[in-house]
């Protein structure tokens, strides 16, 4: 790995120090414990709704939407027996005794959390999804007495169409990280995550939003080969300022022009680089136009990126809607690079993929809105980790304007997967990981 000097301080979404003059290496996700936990949970927890899974039975909504198989409905009692389901759910995933398996139930009895051990993710990492949809099968079948005839009908409600269709979006257990057939190319899983699954699993909230987004759009990075020899140092400083904030600069901006608008925020960037040493001036031309060049490139691309999060924060934040992200950062680089002369987020992928993205969320196509998107989907594919993040924190600050909200696609993610602790306080625990291997 690269030799990297730097160190940083780490903050929380309040502005309170959470570790001190860390070294900028010990918050890679190839190092830090809890970017470690982050990822392995990522590819082994399942959530399940059993209330709505003991309905598709009843129903005979069994093959997905639009697919009701009339006069085949079954009376499983799923929730009548939870616990006991849980219990053989576990035990048919735990590989030994004392690994990471965990079976938990919550809400009541309405929801199960399911983490299959790492110990069977031997190469890839849907086990993480079948074999928690095997041992549910098997449990409910056994547990709730079901005879050979009826067995079938539990099999097809716990996988969906699979195999007919090897996607699982109508099975049971839901999985942040979608099937491998879906990734755009290698190293893309951890960024095929829906923005709204994200926001929802922080509670709605902006920084640790775009900071558990981040982490994992900086993994996929090392996954993907980006991060590899003089460019780790670039990505891991992307992830310091702009995910982590790092030196507090990402709420400091935000607070600073949180009555002002997006150009504060651009004005505010470019002076915070100049008084840190990032900016220094190269020449002034004869209209009195700044030029302004850096001896450090990557450091000048982490603070704009910092710049980038809190300009959407602070626009998206005071209209109350996530709808105008894309042109937040399309119009921000624009700025930035008009005020400096000096290149926008990620040399321009930034606003490229802004430009491309606004177009299918909610221009002239109209797809899904910025909710939807995650950092697998052809135009937001192209930046390198630093877009995503605000499209979360711009659907964390949205008060449901939008038609694809959290709550609407993601509920289930927020409620299970919110439960722990690395998630839900995304900050806490890289800070806590660091001071670990410090």
């Known amino acids: 790995?690269?030799?990297?000097?730097?160190?940083?301080?780490?903050?929380?979404?309040r502005g309170n120090v959470l570790a001190s003059d860390v070294p900028l290496w010990a918050i890679s996700p190839l190092r830090n414990p809890a970017m470690k936990k982050i990822v392995n949970l990522t590819m082994r927890t399942g959530a399940i709704d059993l209330a709505k899974l003991e309905k598709k039975i009843k129903t005979g909504a069994i093959g997905g939407r639009g697919m009701i198989i009339r006069g085949v409905g079954r009376n499983v009692q799923i929730l009548d027996n939870a616990e006991a389901i849980a219990k053989e759910v576990e035990d048919m995933?735990?590989?030994?005794?004392?690994?990471?398996?965990?079976?938990?139930?919550?809400?009541?009895?309405?929801?199960?959390?399911?983490?299959?051990?790492t110990a069977r993710i031997l190469c890839d990492y849907s086990a993480g999804l079948t074999a928690a949809m095997g041992a549910l099968t098997h449990a409910i079948i056994d547990v709730c007495n079901v005879d050979m005839w009826d067995a079938s009908y539990v099999k097809a409600a716990v996988w969906g169409m699979y195999p007919e269709d090897p996607?699982?979006?109508?099975?049971?257990?839901?999985?942040?990280?979608?099937?491998?057939?879906?990734?755009?190319?290698?190293?893309?899983?951890l960024r095929n995550i829906p923005v709204?699954?994200?926001?929802?699993?922080?509670?709605?909230r902006?920084?640790?939003g775009a900071a558990l987004t981040m982490i994992l759009e900086e993994a996929a990075q090392f996954e993907m080969g980006n991060a590899m020899g003089p460019f780790e140092r670039g990505h891991l400083l992307d992830l310091a300022y702009e995910g982590l904030n790092a030196n507090n600069l990402l709420l400091t901006l935000i607070r600073d022009c949180g009555k002002g608008v997006l150009a504060d925020v651009v004005y505010d960037t470019v002076e915070k680089a100049k008084a840190d040493g990032v900016l220094k001036e190269k020449k002034k031309l004869a209209s009195g136009f700044i030029v302004y060049d850096s001896d450090d490139m990557q450091m000048w691309n982490a603070y704009a990126a910092a710049g980038m999060l809190a300009a959407v924060c602070v626009n998206c934040g005071a209209m109350r809607a996530g709808q105008s992200v894309p042109g937040n950062i399309c119009y921000y680089n624009s700025l930035l690079e008009h005020e400096t002369g000096m290149p926008g987020v990620?040399?321009?992928?930034?606003?490229?993929?802004?430009?491309?993205?606004?177009?299918?969320?909610?221009?002239?196509y109209g797809g899904g809105g910025p909710g939807v998107f995650y950092g697998n989907h052809i135009v937001t594919r192209h930046a390198?980790?630093?877009?995503?993040?605000?499209?979360?924190?711009?659907?964390?600050?949205d008060a449901d304007t939008m038609y694809f909200i959290p709550a609407r696609t993601s509920a289930l993610y927020g409620e299970v997967l919110g439960a722990i602790p690395e998630f839900a306080e995304p900050l806490i625990a890289v800070a806590n990981g660091a001071k670990e291997i410090m």
């Open 346 to 364: 990620d040399f321009g992928m930034a606003q490229g993929a802004s430009v491309s993205s606004s177009f299918f969320s909610h221009s002239i």
């Open 206 to 208: 902006a920084v640790p």
């Open 1 to 13: 790995m690269a030799e990297i000097e730097d160190k940083i301080d780490l903050y929380d979404d």
């Open 167 to 189: 996607d699982t979006a109508d099975g049971a257990v839901k999985m942040l990280v979608d099937i491998p057939m879906k990734n755009e190319g290698p190293g893309f899983a």
């Open 93 to 117: 995933l735990r590989v030994e005794e004392g690994d990471d398996t965990s079976v938990k139930l919550i809400a009541g009895g309405k929801r199960m959390l399911t983490q299959t051990p």
């Open 384 to 397: 390198k980790g630093q877009l995503i993040p605000c499209f979360c924190a711009a659907m964390c600050v």
């Open 196 to 204: 709204n699954h994200l926001a929802a699993t922080v509670g709605k």
